[in-house]
């Protein structure tokens, strides 16, 4: 369904226009032209430089399918110049996919050119785009999260597991539009895949263990065992003990080796207290490796 002129009222899409209509416009020159807008997000930048084309007196379809080209209407292409437009190039990978489908229908149609066009394009591969890398979540300018993007998050903390397609069905997106946003919140690392272990297959107890160490030398213990493998819970505390640490083991012989092995022996080290635990009732899985 189009939604018209009353697109280019809202300041991303008027934004996307402003910044490539015009190299657009000298692309297309007095050619007939085909607007191709990349579902999801990049049909609604897609429809808006369309009709401001349109407004300028351009001979111009407007035509919307998938990364894998589905639902795509060939005969809107035939003997035009065509424009792809998106949202976001975040890996490349979907950029190199459209084109070269693209290019595989370019005889067949008569298409007189393929160009792309990007809101935000990271790997500057875009032959238009108005912006280049954007800070990830968490620098200075942040990155931008909409509902979707918190609705997928929750959807992938309730079960990692979920299938990409139930991610579509939950936020009425495509299979592409969801993957799209996941290598987007990837990239700017506000979002992590990785596998985790139960951790009652492996070990049967927890260790608390607060170590008074030299204020100096804290730092350099906790660098230290960060990277054990045991090592579940970290942090730097304050008097009388100065760093915290929480463990699991499979008996008590490795809570022993541990302390004596990884921490007593330390520098600067004076006071350890050690209570032993069931394991904890959260967390109940790790995602670093298990054992050394």
């Known amino acids: 369904m189009f939604l018209g002129n009353s697109l280019l009222q809202y300041k991303p899409i008027k934004k996307f226009v402003d910044g490539v209509g015009g190299d657009v416009l000298r692309y297309f020159g007095k050619d007939k032209a085909c607007v191709i807008g990349l579902q999801d997000d990049g049909v609604f930048y897609g429809e808006g430089l369309y009709f401001w084309l349109k407004e300028k007196g351009l001979n111009v379809q407007f035509a919307t399918m998938d990364e894998n080209c589905k639902g795509l209407d060939l005969k809107l292409l035939r003997g035009r110049k065509v424009l792809v437009v998106d949202n976001y190039i975040v890996t490349g990978a979907g950029y190199r996919r459209v084109i070269d489908k693209l290019r595989l229908l370019k005889k067949e149609l008569g298409i007189k050119d393929i160009k792309y066009a990007a809101l935000c394009d990271r790997k ?85 263990i607060n170590v008074e160490v030299d204020p100096q030398m804290a730092d350099q213990l906790i660098a230290k065992l960060t990277q054990s493998p045991l090592v579940y819970s970290l942090a730097k505390i304050y008097a009388p003990y100065n760093v915290s640490a929480s463990i699991v083991a499979p008996n008590l012989k490795q809570v022993n080796e541990f302390v004596e092995g990884e921490i007593r022996m330390e520098e600067g080290v004076r006071h350890i207290v050690v209570s032993i635990g069931d394991l904890p009732a959260f967390p109940t899985s790790l995602n670093r490796v298990l054992f050394n």
Do not use: C, W
């Not at 918190?150 to 397609?165: E, N, T, V």
């Not at 495509?174 to 990239?187: N, P, Q, S, Y």
């Open 124 to 208: 500057n591969v875009a032959d238009f785009a108005v912006e280049g890398y954007t800070a990830p979540a968490g620098e200075e300018e942040g990155m931008r999260l909409d509902k979707i993007d918190f609705k997928m998050l929750k959807l992938f903390a309730d079960d990692g597991r979920i299938s990409l397609a139930d991610v579509a069905a939950e936020t009425g997106l495509t299979g592409a539009g969801v993957k799209k946003r996941v290598e987007k919140l990837i990239v700017g690392k506000v979002l992590e895949i990785k596998g985790l272990l139960a951790i009652q297959k492996f070990y049967s107890m927890s260790a608390h």
